[in-house]
């Protein structure tokens, strides 16, 4: 470990403004790097509680102590053998001679080692470690060359290039000056203020001075002190006036990065906006102009919003003017959409889907509605849900599609349905609770819409998400769309992530390949329909041509029994990712994979049973059981019977094995058409003792065949109804 004495580091990057979005990750970027290129030099440091520090316009690291030199360096170089080394007298060789002279030293001054192959010179050497400021420059230039910069950009009549144009750089080891360069510009001790508040250098004498100069200069420097600002000026604001804000994570993040001196403005608009979707508006405020909604009790949307100037004026009147000037023309925008879709109605809506290709070979936006109406009205029934519900909604599911309002905000697809369902007068025919019931179903046909986000919340809603993702990986695969290496043009593993969860997370009972049969079957009359269509659009062509053209054959077909288990196996290896987040073994996945259960709610309770069963003292015993009774059968000739009979039983262990066998398939038929799996494997693991005592005391592979086979057949049957759960065997290591 090295004794040299430390000092305090700060290294200040400035810039123009930086990235937003990028910001975070580049500050972080650059600090690791800072670290690892100490650390491959062998330069101590104390870190302690030090973290990226930046604004939009700087990226920092200040660590509170770094050794100012590097511990001695050793070196050790091999040099050749003695039998090459020296000759008969005892007297260097050209080789040993060569070797000396490029080490620096005469021949008598090298050390000498031993290894497997013998005894061989060796040059040893110790050197004094760089000192750190020496060092410094290049520390920095490494950082920057690792950090993740998607677009460089380049300034003036040289070829640097980085995020943004640097214009100035600090570089202090305790209270002096490290002479480097990067970019072209020379390290100093002179930072910069506020670009409004405070533009001027900022002397800094030591960087313990850093984080309260900038203060100083109302700049701060560490982005939690400025979002701990900003919630706490923003919370303040909202409950001023008489409501609370909404924080988005993802928006907060921004505004950190947007500010270096951070200000909340409370705003107001007109309330006759209020008539349009609250996501619109909402939309409008965080994701273009980074502002904060304010909401009720109740979390409904008041008009108030509040803002953040990256100033701070002692009369804030007309920030605000400014922030309600720009937001009103988004606002109206909203407004016009919504009312115009309103008139228009959903119906009509959905009539223009048939204009909009959804794909080239599965054609348009309304014979996708078509074919997802189809399937839902097959889910509902199975899961309690009207299928006359479910087929209405489904066929409205994509009408805001065309609407105004979409077009403009196209987060808001479903969420527009769901407002227009609720007020549509074609709709007024349903009953309240239904009308409400299809409206949500609408909008939640879309989730989960990201991750971490929830299924939908209804059971309508789960049907129509189900429906909708079935459609979109059976038509993906139909229409060649399989993703290859990073590239899923139609998200088709998210929509399998959301479709395995939808029917786990909501405990449907559904015959996964049977659906996946019939959505395959109908994409690929799709594409039928599709090819059908292009060659008769082309006959046309060529007739007009004067060309002599055959007629089109419309050709049918079923869906091949491979293209199905494909679709199965897709969504299973979605699944392995979303047990090994919950902390399920790759082994026990594997164990209930290999069974390949229709139900993926079937599957979950095998998974959790599994679970179970493996922490049982007998587990380990019967899966390595198991496993071994499989190799026995797969080595076997012949057919085996597909019982045993008892007057072929010889051996007192095999008759008790047959006897436990015979016992544990009475026991757990009843819990396995139950779906009980949990206790059916708690009592197949009562089987260890048969088991261990079958394998001790009985050949299996006597010269008997009869006896041999009718072994094989009891062993066979144990191993059926140990693997009726999960392919036990994958527990064995």
Not at 456 to 474: H, K, M, N, Y
Not at 499 to 512: K, N, P
Request: hydrophobic share 50%; glycine share 6%; proline share 5%.
């Amino acid at each position: 470990m090295s004794t040299a004495p430390m000092l305090p580091l700060l290294i200040e990057l400035g810039t123009e403004e930086l990235p937003v979005k990028a910001l975070p990750g580049l500050a972080q970027a650059f600090f690791d790097g800072v670290l690892a290129a100490l650390d491959k030099r062998g330069i101590a440091v104390e870190r302690a509680d030090a973290k990226p520090l930046y604004t939009p316009r700087r990226l920092a690291v200040l660590l509170p102590g770094v050794a100012v030199e590097q511990p001695e360096q050793r070196s050790e170089v091999l040099g050749p053998y003695l039998n090459i080394a020296l000759d008969a007298d005892g007297q260097p060789t050209r080789a040993l001679q060569g070797f000396a002279a490029k080490a620096g030293v005469d021949w008598s001054a090298l050390d000498k080692t031993t290894d497997a192959k013998g005894e061989r010179f060796v040059h040893r050497a110790v050197t004094p470690g760089a000192t750190t400021a020496s060092l410094l420059p290049e520390v920095v230039r490494e950082a920057i060359a690792a950090m993740p910069i998607p677009k460089p950009m380049r300034w003036g009549d040289h070829d640097y290039a980085f995020a943004r144009p640097v214009l100035w750089l600090v570089m202090l080891l305790g209270k002096d000056v490290v002479d480097g360069e990067v970019f072209g510009v020379r390290a100093d001790r002179m930072s910069r203020g506020h670009r409004f508040l405070h533009d001027k250098q900022v002397w800094l004498s030591t960087p313990a001075d850093y984080v309260e100069s900038l203060r100083s200069a109302k700049v701060l420097v560490d982005a939690d002190e400025r979002r701990a600002r900003i919630v706490e000026q923003v919370e303040a604001a909202a409950a001023a006036a008489g409501g609370s804000a909404r924080i988005d994570a993802d928006n907060l993040e921004q505004v950190v990065c947007l500010n270096e001196w951070p200000r909340a403005v409370s705003c107001t608009f007109e309330e006759e906006f209020l008539a349009v979707p609250q996501e619109a508006l909402v939309a409008t405020m965080e994701a273009n102009q980074k502002f904060f909604p304010v909401l009720d009790g109740e979390g409904r949307l008041t008009a108030r919003f509040i803002g953040i100037a990256n100033v701070d004026p002692k009369d804030d009147s007309e920030i605000r003017k400014g922030y309600e000037r720009v937001i009103r023309p988004r606002f109206a925008d909203a407004k016009f959409f919504f009312v115009e879709d309103m008139k228009q109605g959903l119906e009509a809506m959905n009539a223009g889907l048939a204009t909009v290709t959804y794909q080239a070979r599965l054609g348009t936006l309304a014979d996708k509605v078509a074919r997802v109406t189809a399937l839902a009205e097959a889910i509902a029934p199975q899961v309690g849900v009207d299928p006359a519900l479910a087929r209405r909604a489904a066929g409205l599911s994509k009408a805001d599609l065309q609407s105004r309002l979409v077009g403009e905000f196209p987060e808001l697809q479903g969420i527009a349905g769901r407002h227009y369902a609720m007020q549509d007068a074609a709709l007024a025919d349903l009953a309240h609770a239904d009308r409400v019931a299809l409206a949500d179903a609408i909008d939640q046909a879309w989730q989960p819409r990201f991750a971490a986000d929830d299924i939908a919340a209804s059971p309508l809603g789960r049907v129509l998400a189900i429906a909708e993702r079935l459609d979109t990986l059976a038509g993906g695969f139909a229409a060649g769309l399989k993703p290859t290496g990073n590239k899923d043009p139609f998200a088709l593993r998210r929509n399998a992530l959301g479709l395995a969860r939808t029917v786990i997370e909501s405990g449907f009972d559904l015959d996964l390949r049977a659906l996946l049969t019939d959505a395959a079957t109908a994409a690929m009359e799709a594409v039928r329909r599709a090819a059908v269509l292009a060659k008769a659009a082309a006959a046309r062509e060529a007739q007009s041509a004067g060309a002599d053209v055959s007629p089109v054959q419309i050709q049918t077909g079923h869906v091949a029994l491979e293209d199905v288990i494909e679709l199965y196996d897709f969504i299973l290896d979605r699944l392995r990712g979303y047990y090994a987040e919950q902390g399920v073994p790759a082994q026990h996945f594997s164990a209930v994979a290999a069974l390949k259960p229709a139900s993926l709610t079937d599957f979950d309770r095998r998974i959790k049973a599994i679970g179970r069963f493996a922490a049982l003292p007998e587990a380990e015993a019967l899966a390595a059981a198991n496993k071994r009774i499989g190799n026995i059968l797969r080595k076997a000739e012949g057919e085996i019977p597909s019982g045993e009979d008892r007057a072929l039983l010889r051996e007192p262990a095999e008759i008790a094995l047959a006897d436990a066998v015979e016992a544990a398939y009475r026991d757990t038929d009843a819990t396995l058409a139950q779906g009980d799996y949990a206790a059916a494997l708690e009592r197949l693991a009562q089987l260890r003792p048969q088991v261990d005592a079958f394998f001790d005391d009985v050949m299996v592979n006597v010269e008997d065949e009869a006896v041999r086979r009718n072994r094989l057949a009891l062993l066979a049957r144990l191993a059926s109804r140990l693997g009726s759960v999960a392919a036990i065997e994958h527990l064995s290591a």
